[in-house]
């Protein structure tokens, strides 16, 4: 019986050892797991080795540019009608009766533009001819009088006094006419104020008129007229700006929406400054053209001078709350902070009126991702110049 026993035991104790090293092995599978996963997750979460410590970052630096910029002044402000005219009715109102141009006709001095109900006017002078022809009639009778009494008056067959009546009828007569055409001359006068018609040559603005509508003296103007079509752009120029324009200076204008540059001189600049605003008046005379309507917004702008300015990518620069600055790489090659005052933006950059000198490295991109006193390895570009 012993030796039963001692014979499951020297059979089980090899089977245990080939159990055990399975059991190892996966062990080792998940340890190595394990090792894989804090690797990786090391890696995510951005921790650093003693060697990514120690690299120098490379950044791209560019010299100050320089390039020729014209100083502008700009002015803002609309299309308007050199010369607006407002035509309406003069003397008495009436109906309107006829109306024979629209908004946007060319018109010639004296043209009639719309006409007044003339009923009423029309018999008033007619009859006025009439009192006139009929005291030119008695005036003649009186003085045909007067004539023959002062032939026989010589000869005694009428009296003194007789001749003197008749002499003072043919005066009462001649004064009768002239009371008669004056009359007749006031009721023409009206008759013809019944026909609007152009003051002066031109372009009708608008026509604020319809057929039966009356029409007063002193009321809303019926037609708007440029005289000569002539335009303007009439804008207000910032207080500092003013004195650097002068008169006849050559203005390029163009109307919202579009590219095309009309070309003006600037005609009259205000005497004034608006103490609100700060603002002043410029008026910039404009070859008239169909697409210069007046009202339309417009904006100009005047070449003062020219100047070479310090050039920056517009990458470079930055701002915060205390103001722009750039990031210059110093001798050391270290990061150093420099304020700037950006004086406007070109075609190929920014321009810089004060804050950095030609001979200045400065960080061109990804500056904002750097710190003031970092080390870095800068590499140069070609600035910009032109």
């Known amino acids: 019986?012993?030796?039963?026993?001692?014979?499951?035991?020297?059979?089980?104790?090899?089977?245990?050892?080939?159990?055990?090293?399975?059991?190892?092995?996966?062990?080792?599978?998940?340890?190595?797991?394990?090792?894989?996963?804090?690797?990786?997750?090391?890696?995510?979460?951005?921790?650093?080795?003693?060697?990514?410590?120690?690299?120098?970052?490379?950044?791209?630096?560019?010299?100050?540019?320089v390039s020729t910029v014209p100083t502008t002044v700009s002015i803002i402000g609309t299309i308007a009608a050199r010369y607006d005219m407002p035509i309406g009715v003069e003397g008495d109102g009436g109906r309107v009766a006829a109306i024979y141009v629209?908004?946007?006709?060319?018109?010639?001095?004296?043209?009639?533009?719309?006409?007044?109900?003339?009923?009423?006017?029309?018999?008033?002078?007619?009859?006025?001819?009439?009192?006139?022809?009929?005291?030119?009639?008695?005036?003649?009778?009186?003085?045909?009088?007067?004539?023959?009494?002062?032939?026989?008056?010589?000869?005694?067959?009428?009296?003194?006094?007789?001749?003197?009546?008749?002499?003072?009828?043919?005066?009462?007569?001649?004064?009768?006419?002239?009371?008669?055409?004056?009359?007749?001359?006031?009721?023409?006068?009206?008759?013809?104020?019944?026909?609007?018609?152009?003051?002066?040559?031109?372009?009708?603005?608008?026509?604020?008129?319809?057929?039966?509508q009356t029409a007063t003296a002193g009321g809303e103007a019926l037609f708007r007229l440029s005289q000569g079509g002539e335009v303007e752009l009439r804008g207000q120029v910032a207080e500092q700006d003013l004195p650097l324009l002068k008169v006849g200076q050559l203005v390029n204008v163009r109307l919202t929406g579009t590219t095309r540059v009309y070309e003006g001189r600037v005609r009259l600049l205000g005497a004034v400054i608006d103490p609100q605003t700060r603002l002043g008046q410029a008026r910039v005379t404009l070859t008239p053209d169909p697409n210069l309507r007046p009202g339309a917004f417009a904006r100009a702008e005047v070449t003062v001078s020219n100047a070479d300015r310090a050039v920056l990518p517009q990458t470079a620069v930055l701002t915060d709350d205390k103001g722009s600055y750039v990031l210059i790489v110093n001798a050391q090659h270290k990061i150093e902070r420099r304020t700037v005052h950006v004086s406007g933006i070109v075609q190929n950059g920014v321009t810089i009126a004060d804050g950095i000198a030609g001979t200045d490295q400065v960080v061109a991109t990804a500056g904002a991702f750097l710190q003031e006193g970092e080390l870095v390895n800068p590499v140069l570009k070609e600035p910009a110049r032109s």
């Open 1 to 65: 019986m012993n030796a039963s026993i001692e014979h499951r035991r020297s059979t089980a104790a090899p089977l245990s050892r080939r159990n055990v090293w399975p059991a190892v092995a996966i062990g080792a599978v998940i340890v190595g797991v394990v090792v894989l996963l804090a690797v990786r997750l090391t890696q995510a979460l951005g921790v650093k080795t003693v060697t990514d410590r120690n690299a120098i970052p490379t950044v791209s630096v560019t010299e100050v540019g």
């Open 102 to 212: 629209e908004a946007g006709d060319h018109v010639k001095r004296g043209q009639v533009l719309a006409r007044l109900n003339v009923s009423v006017l029309e018999p008033q002078v007619a009859n006025l001819e009439a009192a006139l022809e009929q005291a030119r009639a008695e005036a003649e009778l009186a003085d045909a009088e007067y004539r023959r009494a002062q032939a026989v008056g010589a000869s005694g067959a009428l009296s003194a006094e007789e001749t003197q009546r008749r002499k003072s009828a043919g005066v009462t007569a001649a004064a009768k006419v002239k009371v008669a055409a004056a009359q007749l001359a006031e009721a023409q006068a009206r008759l013809a104020r019944a026909a609007v018609r152009a003051p002066a040559d031109g372009i009708i603005l608008t026509r604020n008129v319809e057929v039966g």
